[in-house]
Each structure stands twice: as C-alpha cells, then as structure tokens.
C-alpha cells in the first residue's frame, strides 16, 4: 500500500510552527533561565512569548491573503484566518504584558504560566485555519487543555481548583458531543472535509447528517457560552486569574467563533432556512439569559461572564442572516469586543493589590477619585459594551442590526435592542460603584503594564467608534474569503 505524504506549505503554517518551537524550548530549558528560583522569574518566559508572538504576527502579515491549502485540505490559510491569527495573537500578548505585575504580587513562580498559554494560542490559531472537522477538533483540544490547567493554575485557590475540575469535565462532555457529530456527518456524507461535505450535500440533506450538524453545532456553543451551553462560564470566569480570565473571555471566544462561522458559512449554508430557526432562538435566549442574569451581580467577574453570553448573543443575530455583511459584522464586532474586554480586564489587574483581586462592586469604591484617568477609560468601556455612542460598541452593535434587517430578522433585531437597552443598567452600576464615596483608596498603584494596556485599548475603543470605516473594509475583504 502506497503512502502519499500530504503537500506541506512551511511558509502558511510558520507563525504556528514558531509558537509551538519556543514553547517547547521553554518547557525544557524553562527551569534553567526563567524558573521560580532564578532572578528572573517566570517574566523572562513571558518575555520570550512575547518576542515569538511578535514574530509569529509579523509572519502572518507576510503570509499575505492568497489562499493557501495545505495538509491534504485540512489547513486553509485565507484572509479569514489570518484576521482570526491576527486576533488571538493580540489577545495572547497583551493577556501577558498584563500579567507582568500580577505574577508578582500573587507570588506566581512557575514558568509553565507562559508556556501554556503559547500552546493554547496555536490552537486557537489552527481553529480559524482548519477545513476539515478533524483539524478542527484536535485545534479544539490544543487549546482547550492547556486553558484547563492554567483555570486551576492558583493550586491553594479552591474556587479555582473546583473552576479547573468542572469547565475540564464539561469540556470533555462537550468535546465527545463535537465528535460523534462528525462521526455522523462522516457517515452521511463519507467525508469531513468542509469543501467537500459543501459539494456532497446538494440537495440530499439526511436527518442523520442534520443530527450530526446538530451535535457539531452544539460543541461550539459550549465554547462561546451560548444558552443553554453555557453553565460553566460565571464560575470558571470567577475561579481563573485576571490575566486568564481576560486571555479566556476573547482568545477561545474568537477562535470557536472563527470554527464556528467557516463550518456555517460552508455547510449549513446548503441545508437551507432548517438550522436559522433554531439558531436564531439560541440568540433571543442567550441575550435574555444572559442580561438578565447579570442585574443581580455583585461579583465583576460573574458579571463580566454573564455580560459575555449577552454579547455572544448579539453576534449570533448577524450570524442567522448568513450574509457576507453579516459575517463582516460580526468578524468587526470580535475585534472591538476583544479590544474592549482586554481594556476591562487590565484595569481589574491594574486595581488589584496585596494579593487580593479586584472582583466586586466594593473593591472598586472610591477609586473613580483617586485614578480619574482609569475611571474615564472604564467608562469608554462600559459605554462600548452598552453600545452608546461614540464608542466602537455603538457601531458594532449597529453592523450586526443592519445585517439582521438586511436578512429580513427585524423581530430579532427588536428583541437584541431591548436587551442591549437593559444591560445600560448593570454597566452604569459598575461604574458608579467606582466613584461610591465613603471609601478612601486613594493609595497609588503602579502596574504601568497593566495601566498601558486600559489606555491603548480605551484609544481604539473611541477611534473605531468615529472612524469604523477603514476596521469595516478589511473585515469585509477578509470575510468575502469564505463566500
């Protein structure tokens, strides 16, 4: 029996290749350069991500949009995945600058902190590259395990422990769901991949191909934390550390939404309006869920969590129009949502101190006072996540609606309206809460890392809300790849 080596591209698959060969020079000399009794610390390894990461994005920018594929068909490098590169690349590095302070006043030592991350973020890269639904679910588990361990990384922490434990087990579950989907989708069609599942469909949609849509479909609400997949969120959000927290709420986010959206673009597309209906109720479901369930938090990371499945909710209304504006939205939405999350996030970080994190509404008091510039980027943020003008929030929001009406979705436009108009209420709570008087914080803090990263991301935040339209053009050239 002859084997056929598959035709490799080194080039289209470099910015992957460099992430994983420092990672694993990390794992074995780690403890030589940058372990927990060296001078350095486990920054040195942080650093070093960096220096990859920076190296891995300059490539992927190199790569250029011709589509390139490679590995027998299962890896499409096309401009739609490098834009989703390209995003958790900037999720992986700027979670790590904010982690800088954090390591040291929560007496993080081990160098293994980095190193995870750099594999998790390949995986999150392989997600938006794969065509076939074997890459995708061996990208899924290159990224999902080593977020398991770095969720329990605060091993005397038990809210992390007991986070760690439940988002692996229900990661699993999720995992075996994804599979047997694509056993049936395999027995169905006779094949995986996507291209070929497209010309195989026709007109000949089999109930047990719909089944095993259904099973693939419901692996990747589990990682966007649609309703009803969505249990694990508030407490593996609540149990992780800050800079995971932040790495977690927009890296694996984008990435199973960059799956998730080449697997609807270029298969579900086929099977006519059966699947718009039940994703269109998973969007009205997730936003009220979702908003709802966020007015009674105290707990900033539970609300953030919970803020998070409204969003996802939001963008699955763009998604049931299906549309190549539709996907253009939703890829500019990720953007300003990972820039806007990462913003909240570093300012968490940045407020906490003496090894307590800063969680709740009362670990905010009284520092509107003291750091008024943090105050005003928070409320940028808070904005943008509201969708008020002038905020890339507001336009975001705005594309995604104008996608849904273009589609003929107005009832689902009216419904994501009223629950984006509901959600005012919990961000103008947060942020009242910063300027509650009563409360004298006004110790300095210095984490100029952290305090970057707010002030960077509130900047963007603005500029995309007045100037959307240059972001919004090369989220279109980059979506039109799918179609």
Same mark, same amino acid.
């Given at each position: 029996?002859?084997?056929v080596?598959?035709?490799i591209?080194?080039?289209?698959l470099?910015?992957?290749i460099?992430?994983?060969?420092v990672?694993?020079?990390?794992l074995?000399?780690?403890p030589l350069?940058?372990?927990?009794n060296?001078?350095?610390?486990?920054?040195?390894g942080?650093?070093?991500?960096?220096v990859a990461l920076?190296?891995?994005f300059?490539i992927?920018?190199?790569?250029?949009?011709d589509?390139i594929?490679?590995?027998?068909?299962?890896?499409?490098?096309?401009? *739609?995945?490098?834009?989703f590169?390209?995003l958790v690349?900037?999720?992986?590095a700027?979670s790590i600058?904010?982690s800088?302070?954090?390591i040291?006043?929560?007496g993080i030592?081990?160098g293994?902190?980095?190193?995870?991350?750099?594999?998790?973020?390949?995986? $999150?890269m392989?997600m938006?590259?794969?065509?076939?639904?074997?890459?995708?679910?061996?990208?899924?588990?290159?990224?999902?395990?080593p977020?398991y361990?770095?969720?329990g990384?605060?091993?005397?922490?038990?809210?992390?422990?007991?986070?760690s434990?439940?988002y692996?087990?229900?990661?699993?579950?999720?995992?075996?769901?994804?599979v047997?989907g694509a056993?049936?989708?395999?027995?169905?069609?006779g094949?995986t991949?996507?291209?070929?599942?497209?010309?195989a469909l026709?007109?000949n949609?089999?109930?047990?191909?719909l089944l095993?849509s259904?099973?693939?479909?419901?692996? *990747?609400?589990?990682k966007?934390?649609?309703?009803?997949?969505?249990m694990?969120?508030p407490d593996?959000?609540?149990?992780a550390?800050?800079p995971?927290?932040?790495?977690?709420?927009?890296?694996v986010?984008?990435?199973?939404?960059?799956?998730f959206?080449?697997f609807?673009?270029?298969?579900?597309?086929?099977?006519g309006?059966s699947?718009?209906?039940?994703?269109?109720?998973?969007?009205?479901?997730?936003m009220?869920?979702?908003?709802?369930?966020?007015?009674a938090?105290k707990?900033l990371?539970?609300?953030?969590?919970?803020s998070s499945?409204?969003?996802?909710?939001y963008?699955?209304?763009?998604l049931?129009?299906?549309?190549?504006?539709?996907?253009?939205?939703?890829? *500019?939405?990720?953007?300003?949502y990972?820039v806007?999350?990462?913003?909240?996030?570093?300012l968490?970080?940045? *407020?906490?101190k003496?090894g307590?994190?800063?969680?709740?509404?009362?670990d905010?008091?009284?520092?509107?006072y003291?750091?008024p510039?943090m105050?005003v980027c $928070?409320?940028?943020?808070l904005?943008s996540l509201?969708?008020?003008?002038?905020?890339g929030g507001?336009?975001?929001?705005?594309f995604?609606?104008?996608?849904?009406?273009?589609?003929?979705?107005?009832?689902?436009?009216?419904?994501?309206?009223?629950?984006?108009?509901?959600?005012v209420?919990?961000?103008?709570k947060? $942020?009242?809460?910063m300027?509650?008087?009563?409360?004298?914080?006004a110790?300095?803090i210095k984490?100029?890392a952290?305090?970057?990263?707010?002030v960077?991301?509130?900047?963007?935040?603005?500029?995309?809300?007045?100037?959307?339209?240059?972001?919004?053009?090369?989220a279109?050239?980059?979506?039109?790849?799918?179609?």
């Open positions: 029996m002859e084997i080596m598959p035709d591209q080194l080039l289209a470099a910015p992957e460099i992430l994983i060969i990672a694993f020079l990390m074995f000399f780690g350069v940058g372990g927990p060296t001078k350095g610390g486990p920054k040195v942080g650093i070093v991500s960096l920076t190296g891995a300059l992927n920018l190199y790569i250029g949009q589509e594929v490679t590995l027998g068909g299962m890896i499409v490098k096309d401009a *739609f995945s490098l834009y590169n390209a690349i900037i999720a992986a700027f600058i904010i800088f302070g954090y040291n006043r929560f030592k081990e293994e902190f980095y190193l995870l991350i750099l594999f998790s973020t390949v995986g $999150m392989l938006g590259s794969s065509a076939d639904l074997l890459s995708i679910f061996i990208a899924l588990e290159l990224m999902s395990i977020i361990v770095l969720v990384f605060r091993k005397e922490n038990l809210r992390a422990r007991e986070a434990f439940k692996f087990i229900l990661g699993a579950i999720s995992s075996g769901i994804f047997y056993a049936l989708v395999y027995g169905s069609l094949t991949n996507l291209t070929a599942m497209a010309e026709g007109s949609i089999s109930p047990v191909f095993g259904a099973f693939i479909i419901s692996g *990747f609400l589990f966007i934390s649609a309703v009803p997949f969505h694990w969120t593996v959000y609540e149990g550390n800050l995971i927290t932040a790495y977690m709420s927009v890296g986010k984008a990435a199973a939404f960059s799956a959206l080449r609807a673009v270029v298969d579900l597309a086929n099977t309006d699947w718009v209906l039940a994703i269109g109720f998973v969007a009205v479901a997730t009220s869920l979702g908003n709802t369930a966020a007015l938090q707990n990371k539970r609300l953030l969590a919970y499945i409204a969003h996802v909710g963008i699955l209304v763009a049931v129009a299906g549309s190549e504006y539709g996907i253009s939205s939703i890829l *500019f939405y990720l953007f300003i990972i806007v999350n990462l913003g909240i996030f570093s968490l970080v940045y *407020f906490s003496d307590k994190e800063c969680e709740t509404m009362d905010l008091a009284g520092f509107g003291a750091h510039l105050a $928070m409320g940028i943020f904005f509201a969708g008020i003008p002038p905020t507001f336009m975001g929001k705005l995604l609606f104008i996608a849904a009406v273009k589609g003929g979705y107005v009832g689902l436009v009216i419904v994501a309206v009223i629950a984006s108009g509901v959600s209420y919990y961000y103008l947060v $942020m009242m809460a300027f509650e008087k009563g409360k004298d914080k110790q300095k984490n100029p952290a305090a970057f990263v707010v960077l991301a509130a900047i963007i935040t603005l500029y995309l809300g007045v100037m959307p339209g240059h972001f919004m053009e090369l279109r050239i980059c979506a039109a790849a799918l179609f």
